[in-house]
Structures are given as structure tokens and as C-alpha cells.
């Protein structure tokens, strides 16, 4: 599985808060260029669903606190990606939510290198104790509400992992002064065992 492109994204909520993921972004998401899709719960339409499928030939997904109708999903999973074991949670039951002190007893728990969380809305990335946690925010910008005086704009993740080096690209709308959406990339690297880097 080295060196395939994976899509992380989670919070879309269409079409409960959003009516579908921006145009700029789904224009990016084309056949043949994602291997896998990563969704961190609150899917909430069969219509999304099925778009991402056609997006890669794999989507695992985990539930959200509003994926209702899918009694049947897990609520966390691992998966392995070269040397790095990758751990899937919507986080909505991780308490105090997103604090990085209890993430990292969950990443732990579930013995993975990376983790992969939402129910913010906002994306996020750091380093503690050797591990590497991602939130890669709302790819639809549905869960618009400020918090610590940010707004949350949508955003989504690619990963590339290539033995036990992730490269995370930060894929995240933005308005500039006169009001046009434009797509910012950044670019962050972890190592398993290393330092990370932007």
C-alpha cells in the first residue's frame, strides 16, 4: 500500500447544514488520482456516499455522532499504511473533545502511530510523543460555528505514505479580500520515530 494517495475527510453533513461539498474542491477529487478514502463519520446522505466511490475504489468509513442511519458502522478502526499504523475516530466521544492530552491516550489505546479524528470542523495537525494526529476539518465547511475566534472554512487531507514518512497535504478554502474562493495547500511531514516538518 506505499505511496497511494489517500483522501481524509470527514463533518460533510449534506444535506442537513451544506448542500454539497464546494465545487472548487470536487473538481480536484477525479478517478484514478485517490486509492483510498478515509472518512471520519457524519457522512449523512447515500448521494455523498456514493460520489466518493466513485472518487477511489475504497472507502472506509467510521461513525459520526449524526450517521443515524448506519447502525452498523464502527465507531473507530486501524489500518495499516507501509510502517504506520493509522487509527480512524469521529471523536465526537473523545472528552475533553479534541484535547490533545486525551487523543494521545487514545492513539495509545488503539497502539497506532497516526490518528485520525474530526467533529470539529477545523483542521488541525501536530506532533506529541512521537505521534501524529489530523483533523482534517469539514470538507464542506458545514460546521461554520467560531471556535477560539476562528472560523471554520472546509477543508479536507490527502496522504501520501511511503514506508514510515507520511506527507499530509492540507487542502482548505479560502476567501481573500474581495470575497473569491481560492484553494490553499500546505504541506506537513511526519516520520515514524523522526521529527516533522512543513
Known amino acids: 500500500m506505499a505511496g497511494r494517495l489517500i483522501l481524509v475527510l470527514g463533518d460533510l ?19 484514478g488520482k485517490i486509492s483510498q478514502i478515509l472518512c471520519l463519520g457524519n457522512l449523512t446522505s447515500r448521494a455523498t456516499h456514493e460520489f466518493l466511490r466513485t472518487v477511489a475504489p475504497e472507502l472506509l468509513l467510521v461513525k459520526g455522532s449524526f450517521d ?35 487523543l494521545l491516550i487514545l492513539a495509545r489505546k488503539m497502539d497506532v502511530d497516526v490518528l485520525l479524528s474530526g467533529a470539529t470542523g477545523r483542521f488541525d495537525a501536530f506532533e506529541l510523543e512521537g505521534k501524529f494526529f489530523i483533523n482534517p476539518g469539514s470538507a464542506t465547511g458545514a460546521m461554520g460555528d467560531t471556535a477560539g475566534g476562528r472560523e471554520n472554512g472546509a477543508s479536507f487531507c490527502l496522504m501520501d505514505v511511503q514506508g514510515d514518512v507520511l506527507v499530509l497535504y492540507v487542502y482548505q478554502l479560502k476567501k481573500d479580500e474581495k470575497g473569491a474562493e481560492n484553494v490553499g495547500v500546505e504541506k506537513v511531514s511526519f516520520r515514524k520515530g523522526g521529527e516533522s516538518g512543513s
Do not use: W
Open 13 to 31: 453533513f449534506i444535506p442537513d447544514r451544506a448542500i454539497d461539498i464546494p465545487p472548487k474542491f470536487k473538481k480536484l477529487l477525479t478517478p
Open 68 to 102: 443515524l442511519d448506519t447502525p452498523a458502522l464502527p465507531t473507530s478502526r486501524v489500518v495499516q499504511h507501509g510502517k504506520l499504523r493509522i487509527g480512524l475516530t469521529h471523536g465526537h466521544d473523545v472528552v475533553p473533545l479534541a484535547d490533545p492530552d486525551a
